[in-house]
């Protein structure tokens, strides 16, 4: 029984373990973990009996968290958007734009998976989206079957790091940091993970050119009557789109001054950059509905396509983490602002029925509940572990590594992408996460680079063969057998699961060279933070005794006052039946000396009477 005693916090680690292997769902393995070795302790003697009495309080703390109302607005934001065909149009109009490029499909999935990710966070609906629309054509023009799988299932991931993810939203609250600076500090580092996808296809049209060939002429549809493609009006909208978005972006200060009324110095680069993209798309909008409406006829019907698609859902990303970004909202209103805005665009598609409504519902409701389920679960594990010093053992584990951080941060990286193998974002964000975070708090590790860093890592979990979850979506859609393709009339052989494992390893690779830069320049993460300020406490006290003091000596902030280390007697003062003195005239005898027993309203009086200056 000593042993067990001595040893109770990994012995208890060790049973969680044990629950995982014999195949209970997580939620309940951690609650009954939890409260096992809960019961197990109080008879040991190892913590009180009182533990187990905050477990309540610990409860209704969760259903009380506001943070955790984000998960179920942005899931059904990106649900409605998904089931009312935003995905379909978009891959075809994308598919369009880029298809006369070698590797222009691939672009084009890449692409669409970050504005997916940016609106769905789900990355199930993303890869079963792409997987149902983009894998038959890229197969009828003769893209390399990996290569295909691949991409699919790893722009389909992309909807762990691009804002508003889900995991950084769990991420944020597991670590006690704002959701807002997460989505901040992961801004960068998600769009620098889709250039080196990109980077990855170009690589590949120029050397293996026949695995990402181009559409034929036959396919492009949004061809003008001439027989052109319509692309030099489409590249004078996004000119001036992009001028719009440049002039904005440098006088961002400007704007910010005139808005708030009050002079704006600094800017973080992330809000410029959301702020300035709506402002160019938003002008870009504008024209081609006042060319549409007026019948100018400036724009092709690619130029025209493109908007109507393409504008719409940016608008709604950017006014989601525009509000965000710029303090307007927090991320529970944003979610909120972004279901709403959700609806609107189905409506005004008139895909927005009773059917599309209820199923998004219920199935936000399923992964609201299958959160909230495992949060409960994770709460009564943790409740319990920290009562038997689980944090010191996890703490004395991990501090005496060797190589400090950059020690910790590499066994850290390794632990997190082998349990990926087995676990889901959402459970090792509820088990691991809280086990690490004190102590990279105390190795002096920034909480917001080290969460980002982590949904990067765990981002992996999607595309880890033979267990990752986007290949088993990508499996469930991918043809299995051979079909006849609907438009060549040609008999099209299936792809198989040794292919779409084999096309996820290069994207996992990338994934992990992306872990390798974050870790190589936190700057990444760090600098699009908002700066902090750093107040002098001192010179703040002296510039409130400055303020309270009287113009001639004596009283607050006077050496004869209470900031000096005398404490002078007691002033008498006139009482309100006595005549008016003049100023420095002694007090008759018949006032009465009385002294304010509340020094807290006096400076609140004198603090009315001063005018406010700005430290």
Known sequence: MEFITANFAPIMFAGLVVFLLLGFPVAFSLGAAGLTFGLIGIELGVFPSSVLAWLPQRLIGIMSNDT????????????????????????????????????????????????????????????????????????????????????????????????????????????????????????APAFLLVGCYVAYVAVLAIFRPAAVPALPPEARVYRQADGSGGYRSLGVLMAISFIVSVLLARHMEAVHTWWLGEEVKFVATDEKVVVAMCGGTAVALLIALVNKYAR?????????RVTFVLIPPLLLIFLVLGTIFLGVATPTEGGAMGAVGALVMAWSRGRL???????????????????????????????????????????????????????????????????????????????????????????????????????????????????????????????????????????????????????AIPFVLIQLFMVGVMIAFPGLVTGNLDKAQNYDLKAVGEQMREQLAPEEGGGYGSDAGYGSDEQPAPQEQPSPEAAPQEPGAAATPEAPAAQDDDPMKAMQDALQQQPASKP
Not at 68 to 83: D, K, N, S, Y
Not at 150 to 179: F, N
Not at 407 to 434: M, T
């Open 68 to 187: 955790l109302l984000a998960v179920p607005f942005f899931t059904l934001m990106g649900l409605i958007l998904e089931r009312s065909g935003m995905a379909e149009d978009l891959l075809d109009t994308v598919g369009q734009v880029f298809g006369p490029l070698r590797g222009g499909l691939a672009l084009a999935v890449i692409f669409v998976g970050a504005l997916l990710a940016a609106t769905t966070g789900v990355v199930a609906a993303s890869v079963i989206s792409m997987g149902l629309i983009s894998l038959p054509i890229m197969l009828r023009y003769g893209y390399d079957r990996r290569f295909s799988s691949g991409v699919i299932a790893a722009s389909g991931t992309l909807a762990q790091i691009i804002p508003p993810s889900l995991v950084l939203i769990i991420m944020a609250d597991q670590l006690g940091r704002s959701v807002g600076d997460m989505y901040k500090g992961a801004f």
């Open 353 to 503: 029925g009773m059917k599309l409504l209820t199923q998004a519902l219920a199935t936000t409701t399923k992964l609201g509940s299958f959160v909230m389920f495992i949060l409960i679960g994770a709460t009564i594990f943790s409740l319990v572990f920290q009562a038997a010093d689980g944090p010191i053992w996890v703490e004395h584990l991990l501090s005496s590594l060797p190589g400090g951080q950059v020690g910790f941060l590499v066994f850290v990286n390794v632990l997190v992408f082998f349990l990926a193998f087995f676990l889901d974002y959402f459970e090792l964000s509820f088990i691991v996460v809280p086990l690490l975070a004190p102590v990279a708090d105390k190795l002096g590790i920034d909480l917001i680079w080290f969460g980002v860093l982590l949904a990067m890592n765990m981002q992996t979990s999607f595309m880890h063969p033979p267990f990752g979850f986007a290949l088993f979506f990508l499996r469930s859609v991918a043809p299995d057998k051979p079909y006849l393709d609907r438009v060549t009339q040609k008999i099209m052989q299936p792809v198989t699961t040794m292919q779409i494992y084999k096309g």
């Open 296 to 304: 100018l006829g400036l724009l092709s019907r690619l130029a025209e």
